[in-house]
């Protein structure tokens, strides 16, 4: 129960922070609207290829928009801390009785909470423009809960990160590779579609394409399992093994006794 | 008002970063209610030494205890009974004083309305009423350093870390933090350990003076035993016509040796106790007219020489 009480006053701290500077979060919000606007309709004849899987370009691509948000809310998770480190306000709070563990999941408020807003404006704007979701309420609920959880693996990232480097530019180097596993994945086109061989190689061995396939498979195939099962299970891993990475890696840079 | 709680006792102390041997084997005790200055040049050794007896940094070897409790096997108990406004500015520009009040003391188990009574009555102490629910980036160096002393209050500690809290303030805040910081080892009987770069901040505020250079404390006493351990008083003079200032400095050279003196003066640290009478009559018998003589008496500055052979101004440099 304190350790909770403990995640909660971290992570209240984190979402004022982030929503006072309005600078941090109003581009990450914009900019993955902004594509999907110019991509739905730039590449809408994508959609008369022969087995692609809708006729709404939209629907198909607005899951890149989902991990979009998700990376660049992991990166204020991460620059956050690195400033909290270069300032010594993580100082101040290993002085105080909170638990490493309330630390981590607390500073990472922030992102979840901007991931979880991201989304909903995301989703929102989809509708708005005409797109169905094929698995209904419930896959609505299920996309929101994906892109809270891709937010929370990112950011883990983000958090170990900014505890190795101490540096806010350390945080913000991680994300040419992230951008990189965005764009060598199944975000433009099926993967069945894509006929170079080494670009469909790299998407079928790239983890990114089956949070991709499982969020999209919701807007436009309804309940498949095993899209939703990979898709599930990479984020579960990418949380664990991130959050593990910032654990080990908080117990090196706070080294209270 | 009795102390609260026992002080600290320092063994031996060590701690090394790679080949760097920055705090290099220092004995300490501080009695409580006392407050200790700790005094020396940049990387001396002081914050290093704050960091290891507030339990952020573990010692390489040696023996340290604070309030009663080993820094190292005890540490979550030592952080219980401390309070440190570390030399980091370590606040939020994106939070008000308040909400940092608030999420200190609610770290610290402190809810509800007994948390709301010390958030008020420690904004009246450091006189940030008014200011206490702007953002930290419109508050001044002076009311960020209060504010860092209210946190540090916010659990009632019975020891006070201080890592040079007045540096870049001006000196009315200054004049204002050390009035607090008294009050608070007079009235409360908190133990105060506080470094700092200046020389007047240790001789006003502190009742023992210790001298840290290249993890070596170099002398330790109250102020005034340390400016009696160096017994020489300094006569300055200034002379009308600069022109005079050879003869003038062959003169007062019979007096003492030659010292620093401010821009167009002369300046020779006694060898005896009484000599300004003896310097005046000399300047009269040559005929030598002066514009200004000065009688400055020993400064924690003429011990720190005295220990090290620099001035804490020029410490960074290195020893002719």
Redesign the interface.
Known sequence: M?VA??VW?IAR?SL??TA??PGTWVPPLLFPLMLMAVNSNGLRAATHLPGFPTHSFLAFFIPFSFMQGALFASGIAGVDLARDID????????????RGSALLLGQIGGALGLGAAQAVVYLSVALAAGVHIDAGVGGAVLILVLAVGAAAGFGGLGLFLALRTGSGEGVQSMFPLLFFLLLVSSMNLPRNLIEVGWFRDLATINPVSYLIEALRSLVIQGWNGEALGLGFGFTAALIAVSMLLAARQLRVRM??? | MPARDAGIVVEGLVREFKDVRAVDGIDLEISPGEIYGFLGPNGAGKSTTVHML?????PTAGRATVAGYD???D??RV??R?G?A???????P??SGR?HLR??A????IRGAKRTTLQDDLLARVGLTQAADR?IRTYSGGMKRRLDLA?ALIHNPSMLFLDEPTTGLDPQSRAALWEEVGRLSRHEGVTVFLTTQYLEEADVLADRVGIIDHGHIVAEGTPTQLKAEIGRSTVEVVPESPEETPRLSALLTRFGVPTAGKPGATAVQLEGRDGLADVVRALDLEGLRTAEINLHSPSLDDVFLAKTGRTLEGADEEPA
């Open positions: 304190e009480h403990q006053l701290r004022l922070r006072r500077q300032t010594g306000f993580l100082n101040r709070l290993a002085l105080t009785p909170v080294t209270r006794t | 507030t339990t952020l940094l573990p820094v190292v096997r540490g979550a952080r219980a401390i440190a570390l030399q980091e500015t370590a606040l939020d994106f939070l909400e999420l200190q609610s770290l610290h188990g953002k946190l």
